[in-house]
């Protein structure tokens, strides 16, 4: 049975009601649920030479964006990056467009009603594409091009391998590279296999991305030859395979962000390979410009076809990116942008010189920003206070034509909109016209139902049928809760209102803007409502319905009219009455949802609840039977608001593979799991527990003996004490070194999934970690070769193979093997140069909110300490400030630290003794919800007292 429900409990985004610009962005990375629509000043600053501002109608989505929503994506990102819409502005300098030209092209923040874009990035779209279509073609066609003939050299007769060839780029690129003349192989889904072969590729040139098998089938059927020119999206052991295959040498391409190679050390290890990534921003806005170009041309010449695609409305973002992150989509996903009022279009308001098309009227020139209205009225001019009205208006520098038109007349109401200036076209139509003759059912007669039903729902349809070839911005119909409540002696408007109400859904899937707003009863007396006495507002108050002030009313307007729903029900209700009545059997049914509370079950699972760990307290108190309930029923239902599927149909031995979770689905169901129970889980979560039962019991084991029911064993000889929290070494092992004791007291191990020591010189303290944490997995990164030997050989024998490794790094360039929830190292190495390579890979490889724990050094000198010869370059408190802040890091603590290490560095003896550079503790967390200049200023906030007054620094 239909309920209301608050506007937005159906996980629909609400744009902002104050008419400011907003964009799509996430109020804080890891999970779905954090997209919002978010207010964007900076849609509309002054634009600077080069650059045009765009109403964008509609936006390609891309898997840069999901990854950046779930915190995944290194480095700075906002969500958006091409769509379509229309010019409506240009700066200096720009020749090739003008306002009003129908464009696509590369949009940054391009997820919301208004954008700006560098004008070489931006082409006209061809006459016939609709915004759907051509949102679709930028990023996937520009990068598939600018990988496959600039980065990749790519010719005819040559042999390209295209990863993930149902996806936007792969369709792409297929269709371009068949037009260069290569011999096309691709891999993608097996359930995608068929959207590849309609491009014309064969199935012994098709495999699964999913596994290793493309790497001996396609040498099988090359004859060894493999292929000149990789096109590559996949990670790990899929680029290993995918090296391979350039036997002879050749391009290797790389457009992902999750395991970028180093060059030099490729070509060594993979004779004539040259390997290349990018990202399409690194071809400059004039290449971009020539490329779209030559896209389009390719297009209209009959070359290429629109990829397949899927559309939802923006304000159902988490949906659409949702479905993405499930790898479900084939081609491409577009989000349609809600329109936003062009000042220059003229408003309609029928009922336009009543009290409610008044407020209206006023409401949308003072506040915005209206300039040009047609007051429809049956007197028009002669309406009483029409006058006064247009003075008003005009005073506030709006232009008012007051007209006396019946809407329910066709023809007068034809004429009327035919007399629009061309340079003030229609784009918002608000019906308020309206009329009441209550009664009791059976006495009214077809006179009483045409007197309600003309003016509202007559002229509403003629409204819908004469504006239908327009590019309205908003139709919005003014209706009654009568039609979704009832009301007693109100059935004629009742029948009027729900008319009107179908009609708005009638008009959205027509693709058309339709909003019904059903709405109580305002305070101020209007043409329907001034007939009510005491006592009939009186009633209505004690049946839970309150007046709705004019105030209110107009922000409802506001936030209606940028809602996606096309029937809304303001009005202001009194709960504790309805309550009464639902109690006493006298509720209305509709109301119900409004006064269900929320389970307590479900309140801890619920994904913005705010309950963490405080709403599983009592845990402990249970038999393990009734614990193991509690967390599989919360297990159950974050793998169902997951995957959008209903939590009672995920079984306890239910595989997550089998259910749909994938790499990315499982990251959000990590984060989640997180937040709700206040641990730290491992990223491998669902790979190493696969079905719930198996993660509730593993989260059962985790909750209780992570609340102190399991202490660690203290040391069986005497020994200094470590800080509180910190790992406690094993009975008969020696303890950690001092500078590992220090880094990480305070830590809780339990609440950690992954952690990383990089720079390792010894293995003692991570291996210590695994050993006293049978939940944790340990990786330590070394450029000491030897040092791998002898640490793989002590895992082994100490049995912690299928949780520990040491890799060997062949510098700092090399990305890190895994995600991690905390990564730490003693010196983990000196050179400024060093740390801007070190911070980025950091920043792929740590989960947002993980923590970055150094002992290093830092220069108390005005510059950076650089000694050449020496070998020396150690960064200021400013360096490392710009560094942590640029790589997603802020400073939560900063300790002075005096190693007492006999093998300090002798280069840096002399400059310790003088006072030039100090030892630090470093504990950082990554933060992605904060700006780069936020995270800056906290970083230099830490750092402030760490810098001594200038002075040259000698060698």
Known sequence: MPRLARLGSDGALVPPGDGTAWRLDTAGAGTLENLALLPWPAAEAPLTPGQVRVEVRAAGLNFRDVLGALGMYPGELTLGAEGAGVVTEVGAEVSHLAVGDRVMGLFPSGLGPICVADAHTVVRMPRDWSFEQAAAVPVAFATAYYGLVDMGGLTSGEAVLVHAAAGGVGMAAVQLARHLGAEVFATASEGKWDAVRDLGVPDDHLASSRDLDFEEKFRTVTGGRGVDVVLDSLAREFVDASLRLLPRGGRFVEMGKTDIRDAAQVATAHFAVRYRAFDIVDAGPRRIGEILAEIVDLFERGVLDHLPRRTWDLRRAPDAFRFMSQARHVGKIVLTVP????????????????????????????????????????????????????????????????????????????????????????????????????????????????????????????????????????????????????????????????????????????????????????????????????????????????????????????????????????????????????????????????????????????????????????????????????????????????????????????????????????????????????????????????????????????????????????????????????????????????????????TDAEQLGAVLEFGCRDTDALLALAADHPHLVVHGVTGDKELVGTAEREIDARGLADRAEVCHSGGPLDPFPGTYDLAYAVGGCYRVEDKQALFANLDAAVVDGGQVLLADVLCTLSGDLVDAAAGISVPTARTWAEVFARNRFVIERLLPHDPADPDTDPDLAGPLRHGWIGHHLFHLRKQTSSTEEERLRTNRAHLAETTAQPRAARS
């Open 339 to 746: 329109r936003r009022p062009d000042p220059a279009h003229t408003v309609l308001i029928t009922g336009g010189t009543g009290t409610l098309g008044g407020m209206l009227a006023r409401h949308l020139v003072t506040e915005r920003g209206a300039r040009h209205l047609l007051l429809l009225s049956r007197r028009g001019p002669e309406a009483p206070g029409a006058a006064e009205l247009t003075a008003e208006l005009t005073a506030a520098g709006a232009r008012v034509t007051v007209l006396a038109c019946d809407v329910a007349d066709r023809d007068r109401l034809a004429e009327v909109l035919g007399s629009l200036p061309a340079e003030h076209p229609l784009g918002t139509v608000v019906h308020t016209a309206g009329d009441l003759d209550d009664g009791v059912f059976d006495a009214l007669t077809p006179d009483r139902l045409a007197r309600v039903l003309r003016p509202k729902a007559e002229g509403a349809w003629n409204l819908h049928e004469l504006t239908r070839g327009t590019d309205l911005a908003e139709f919005v119909l003014f209706s009654g809760a009568a039609g979704v409540l009832g009301n007693p002696g109100q059935s004629n408007y009742a029948a009027a209102s729900s008319f009107l109400d179908a009609l708005a859904q009638h008009r959205r899937a027509q693709g058309l803007p339709g909003t019904s707003l059903a709405w109580g009863y305002w305070e101020q007396a209007t043409g329907l409502t001034k007939h009510l006495s005491d006592g009939d507002t009186g009633r209505m108050a004690r049946g839970g319905l309150l007046p709705l002030p004019s105030a209110d009313g107009l922000a409802l307007f506001d936030l209606a009219r940028g809602a996606d729903a096309p029937l809304q029900v303001p009005m202001r209700l009194d709960l504790a009455a309805l309550r009464t009545q639902a109690d006493a059997g006298a509720g209305h049914p509709l109301h119900r949802a409004l006064l269900e509370a929320v389970p307590r079950a479900a309140s801890a699972a619920a994904p913005d609840s705010g309950a963490g760990p405080d709403g599983l307290d009592g845990l402990a108190d249970l038999p393990e039977d009734e614990q193991y309930a509690v967390l599989l029923e919360l297990v159950c239902g974050q793998v169902g608001s997951v995957l959008v599927i209903d939590p009672a149909t995920v079984g306890a031995d239910a595989g997550f593979v089998e259910l749909g979770l994938d790499s990315l689905t499982a990251v959000e169901l990590r984060n989640r799991l997180n937040r709700a129970t206040g641990l730290r889980l491992p990223v491998t979560l669902v790979f190493d527990q696969p079905a719930p039962g198996a993660l509730a019991a593993y989260l059962r084991q985790r909750l209780t003996t992570g609340r102190g029911a399991r202490k660690p064993a203290a040391p069986a000889a005497p020994a200094p004490s470590p800080a509180a929290g910190s790992p406690a070494p094993a009975a008969g092992r020696a303890a950690a070194p001092a500078p590992h004791r220090l880094l990480l007291a305070g």
